[in-house]
């Protein structure tokens, strides 16, 4: 089975939101090893990684005025640190081959994206964290998601977060926040739903892939998720 598993940079910096919380780092390696080593069933694992602890676009544009190409160039960059760091964590503490393959060409960290290395890297029970997003400007990393999960024929589409599924309005802001456990693309777009991009539900539309959103930090949640247990949300038609 070949899984696309998104994780925020956030997810990576515990409650600072900014930098590195080794912890939560470890949790979610845990996880992604439990995962991949932990069933019969092989599992081939590809994890988009998010750069929001380090630099976020959006903030550059407003606080420095940036250009929005540059800006969002800068945060593209951004998750290619994250997954150089997640890399070698995986690897020298977990013992998993990983392969870091970039849409922004780095040459000396990270080999460039081509749809065929990354088949071949996860052929071969390699993990693959894919970094620089789409490799343009003005596309989320939840859209380089629903993308990459397109051209390597994922067979499930995982978002990870710091809450339980899909909520009418942020949980950790409003206390009757509603949780909506199964929702079409169509309605979570009239919605206005924002825990998945939506240029990423409208492409996911498009190619027919269901979208799950769950709990990475609750213990055993990939495993389950991946086995076809009901957790979380899922966005589907």
């Known amino acids: 089975m070949r899984v696309l598993l ?34 019969g069933k092989k599992i081939e694992l590809v994890v988009v990684v998010g750069g929001g602890n380090l630099i976020r676009g959006a903030r550059l544009k407003k606080e420095l005025g940036l250009d929005s190409v540059v800006a969002d160039y800068a945060g593209m960059l951004a998750t290619l640190v994250n997954a150089v760091v997640f890399q070698d964590i995986l690897e020298k503490k977990y013992g998993l081959v990983v392969r870091v393959l970039s849409a922004i060409e780095a ?19 390699r993990v693959v964290l894919l970094a620089g997003g789409t490799g343009n400007p003005d596309f989320s990393t939840d859209t380089a998601m629903v993308l990459r999960a397109h051209e390597i024929e994922a067979d499930m589409v995982l978002k990870g977060t710091k809450v339980s599924g899909i909520f009418d309005k942020d949980p950790k802001k409003f206390k009757d926040a509603v949780e909506i456990t199964q929702v079409s693309y169509m309605d979570y777009l009239n919605k206005h739903l924002e825990i998945v991009d939506a240029t990423a539900v409208t492409l996911a539309r498009k190619h027919s892939l269901s979208i799950q959103v769950f709990d990475i930090f609750k213990k055993g949640n990939l495993k389950k998720v991946i086995a076809g247990k009901n957790i979380g949300s899922v966005i589907q038609d």
């Open 107 to 125: 040459r000396q960290v990270a080999e460039p994206y081509l749809r065929r290395v990354a088949m071949s890297h996860l052929e071969k029970g």
């Open 6 to 39: 998104k994780i925020s940079g956030e997810a990576l910096s515990g409650e600072a939101k900014t930098g590195y919380n080794l912890p939560d780092i470890e949790f979610i390696a845990q996880e992604i090893k439990g995962a991949v080593d932990g069933g």
